[in-house]
């Protein structure tokens, strides 16, 4: 195996050299500037803008909006009816015979309503008998059979929203007031039962001689302002034979002043006009 001489290519890169002189060399283009390829950008000028207030609403109006109110329900139609079915409520001052001669407030002498009687009147010889009605629309209140001081008897609830105001004014009735009227001495048990409507003119028993020291027959008829709603399933006077809750009740409606009483025949009189 030869060699390599260390001296063969210092001489070949001589020889390289001497080759090349004879020849043209190659311009190398300078080079050009730096072209910026990007397109022309012009800077746009910003400046924040605060966000705008929302627009104010229209101010609201100042004249109220009218709902349709509601109507109130009418009053009823105020009929009042004679407790009597032979006699027309002008005909009532006729036939009195014990008026109204109330004690103070709160007493229980004297006479806190009005009685009914007559003899041979019309084509009738006696009162005995004669269909006792309703007076007043409302509600049965009170049913009591043969107690003392009162017999058969019947108490009828009259609401004060089923009133002309006109009544309200005459009676001094304030709303928490009823009217309240005690139909009795009939001679027979009544014809309605406790909690029963009644309208005007509906016959609800007969003028009788139940109860306490009657000598003649004859409808006796009481009115008192009292609370409403009030319903009595008892009544007697004070006796031996009467319960507790039978005295209370009579004490409730007599004396204690929860129930005031006044004279009947200002209803008839606001009926008839009479009454201012």
Known sequence: MCKKSPFILPILFLLFLFSCRGSSPVPIA??????????????????ATPNPSPSPLPPASQTPVL?????????????LCSPLAWETIPELWEIISDPYNPPPMGRDERHQGVDFSHYSRKEHKTIEGEPVQIALSGRVAAVIQNRLPYGNMVIVETPYEDL??????????TERDSIYLLYAHFGHPPLVNLGDPVDCGQEIGDVGMT???IVNPHLHLE????????TFDSMAYYTTTATEQEMENYRRWRTSGEFRHFDPMKLFEFASGAYP
């Open 30 to 47: 300078s080079p050009e500037p730096f072209q910026n390829i990007l397109p022309s950008f012009t800077p746009i000028s910003w400046t």
């Open 67 to 79: 709902l349709p109110s509601a109507t109130p329900a009418p009053t009823p139609a105020f009929h």
């Open 164 to 173: 002309p105001e006109d009544l309200h004014a005459a009676l001094g009735m």
């Open 211 to 213: 109860g306490y020291n």
């Open 223 to 230: 009115a008192r302002l009292g609370p409403p709603g009030v």
